[in-house]
């Protein structure tokens, strides 16, 4: 089975910095996009990055130079360096990813990791 599992979210004051990962675990071929979404109470789910498999990035206006998304494509991992962090970031965060795996094309989410940040 193919699945993506998050970790690293956290409380953390306003200011501080955390650093989010997301690993793809099962028979994968390859990993196209990869992105990080976000869902605060009462809102709808936001995209918050992406990156290409050739690593190239895009960021939401909100995020823009405080976040930074990255990957490891041998890994299969994705992550989320999250720096400045504002108390309007708390949020539940998601990855998602497009991956070919041995059942064909999937577009897969995460569990999703809470991010706390305090004023």
Known sequence: ??????????????????????????????????????????????????????????????VKGRFTISRDNAKNTVYLQMNSLKPEDTAVYYCNAGVYSGTGYLDLWGQGTQVTVSS
């Open 1 to 62: 089975q193919v699945q993506l599992v998050e970790s690293g979210g956290g409380l953390v004051q306003a200011g501080g910095s955390l650093r989010l990962s997301c690993t793809a675990s099962g028979r994968i071929f390859s990993i196209n996009v990869m992105a990080w979404y976000r869902q605060a109470p009462g809102n709808q789910r936001e995209l918050v990055a992406t990156i290409t498999r050739a690593f190239s990035t895009s960021y939401s206006d909100s």
